[in-house]
């Protein structure tokens, strides 16, 4: 069972738009949710993370908004860079195990 | 580098080999993970382990996957009599504690593991 699903599975971004991609979880037990990014042949790396107690992080292009009552969060990229198409993964940690979502391919056109 | 290495990058065996991933967190980090990665999926987490103790396993399939983190030396997942579908990306992350509330885990690159 996939405990934080994401979506959507691929993106495609003009340069100069707005990358959005969702994730939404079920266990409210989840406190800690941040977000990774990875290219092709490398590990993820962190990019951004927030905890339920703030509605909205933005640092940079990127901007994590949450909302604990529809158990949804979602990252936005701003003014979308071909340097940003990578691999997108959210994941949540329950203070144990972080869990993953299945990844968005974000491709970003010059 | 003082980030997760990880090695080797690539590695390649036939099926009923073993094969083994190592793992060196970084630089004061005490606790490691492992997660196996399958392409168009997720990060998979398989095993938790600080220095000498195994935290949580549940992840880990009970038969021919076993994992260690010795006092000295890297972190070591071993797989015995490897199958075609054992075939994935395996990463390692570590951080300074419990990876729970503000502790990000930090990720090595990965080991490319190919059964022939």
């Known amino acids: 069972q996939q405990q934080v699903k994401q979506s959507p599975q691929s993106l495609i971004v003009q340069k100069g738009g707005i990358s959005i991609i969702n994730c939404a979880y079920e266990n409210t037990a989840f406190d800690y949710f941040p977000w990774y990014q990875q290219f092709p042949g490398k590990g993820p790396a962190l990019l951004i993370a927030?905890?339920?107690?703030?509605s909205e992080k933005k640092e940079g292009r990127f901007t994590i908004s949450f909302n604990k009552s529809a158990k949804q969060f979602s990252l936005h990229i701003m003014d979308s860079q071909p340097g940003d198409s990578a691999t997108y993964f959210c994941?949540?940690?329950?203070?144990?195990?972080?869990?993953f979502g299945t990844g968005t391919s974000l491709t970003v056109i010059p | 580098n003082a980030g997760v290495m990880q090695n080797p990058r690539h590695l390649v065996r036939r099926r009923g080999q073993e094969a083994r991933l190592r793992c060196s967190p970084m630089?004061?980090?005490?606790?490691v993970y492992w997660y196996r990665q399958l392409p168009e999926e997720g990060l998979k987490f398989m095993v938790y382990?600080?220095?000498?103790?195994?935290?949580?396993e549940s992840g880990m399939p009970k038969e021919r996957f076993s994992a260690e983190f010795p006092k000295e030396g890297p972190s070591i997942l071993r797989i015995q009599q490897v199958v075609r579908g054992d075939s994935a990306a395996y990463f390692c992350a570590s951080s300074p504690q419990q990876g729970m509330g503000n502790q990000p885990q930090h990720f090595g690159d990965g080991t490319r593991l190919s059964i022939l």
């Open positions: 630089k004061g980090h005490s606790h």
């Open positions: 927030i905890r339920p107690d703030v």
């Open positions: 994941a949540a940690n329950d203070g144990n195990q972080f869990y």
């Open positions: 382990l600080q220095k000498e103790n195994i935290i949580d």
